[in-house]
C-alpha cells in the first residue's frame, strides 16, 4: 500500500490551552492574540505577535514555542527549529519535545526525532502517553522498523483505551491497520480499519462535545479500507469504499477554501483513477 504518512501537526493539540479568552482579554496580550490569528489562518499576523511577545518575555519559553508551531505550520521547519532549541534551552516539557520530534520528522531526521518522542515520556507532566506511543510508531515506521512501529501502536491502542479521546483511538486503529497491511498481515489490517471507521463513524453521528474526526481523515480511512479489500479480491466492496472517500473529500472541499487544499484536489483525482482500474478488474 503506498500510504503517505507524515506526522499529525502537534501543535493542534495545544491551541485549546489557549482558548479561554476574551477579545479584550486577545488583543492586549500578543501571545493570544497571536493564537486567534494563527487559528484563522492568519500566519504572518501571529507571527509579528508571537515576536513581539518574545522581546517582551525573552525568558518565556512558550513565546519561542509559539514561534515554532506558526513558522512549522508555515513550512518553515529550519526557521521553527531554532525556535523549539530556544524553547527547550529555557524549559524541557512533552510538549516541546513532541513539537521538536515533528520538526525533525518533516526535515527527515528520523533519528533525532526518535530520540525527542522517547524523551518526552520521561517528563511528568500530565500527558497522555498514547499520543506520544502513536508518534514514536509513525517516526519508527519512516525508519523502515515495521517491528518497532507494530510495538509502539499496540503501546499507543492499550494506554488509550484507558485515557484516549475516541477521535484519537480511531487514528491508532487506523495506523495499526497500514502497518499489518505492510507486514502482509491483511485479514488483520481489515479488522483494524473497520473499528476505526466504526468509531469515527459513531462519534460524528452522536452529536455530542467530543472531538470529532475530520471528513478528510475519514476519506483516509476508507481509501486504505479499499487497498485492503481489493487485495483480499473483494473488488466491489473496493470500489463502495473509493466511492465514499471521493464523496467526503468532495463534501470537505466544498466546506472549505479548496485553494488551500490542492493536495485533496488531487487525491480525488487519484481516487477516480483508482476507481476505473479497479472496474477493469472486476470486468476481468
Partial sequence: MKQKIALLFIFLLFLGACGKKDTDTANNNPSLS??????????????????KAAEQSPEDADAFFNLARVKFQDNQP?????????ALAISETTHYY??????????????????????????????????TYFIISQIEKARGNLKGALENINTALQHGEKSALKADMALYYWFSAIIKYDLNNKSKALDDINKALTISETLNQSGKNEKNI????????????????KDLNDTQGSIKDIDAAIALLNDFLSKNDKSQYVGLQDQVRDLENQKQGYKKLDKK
Fill in 34 to 51: 497571536g493564537v486567534e490569528k494563527m487559528q484563522q489562518g492568519d500566519f504572518k499576523g501571529a507571527l509579528k505577535d508571537f515576536n
Fill in 214 to 229: 475530520q471528513l478528510d481523515q475519514i476519506a483516509g480511512f476508507y481509501s486504505v479500507r479499499a487497498n485492503i479489500k
Fill in 98 to 131: 513532541l513539537l521538536r520530534a515533528e520538526i525533525q520528522y518533516a526535515l527527515g531526521s528520523f533519528d533525532a526525532a526518535l530520540k525527542d518522542a522517547e524523551s518526552s515520556l520521561f517528563l511528568n507532566d500530565n500527558y497522555d502517553e498514547s499520543w
Fill in 78 to 86: 529550519k526557521e521553527a527549529l531554532d525556535d523549539i532549541n530556544k
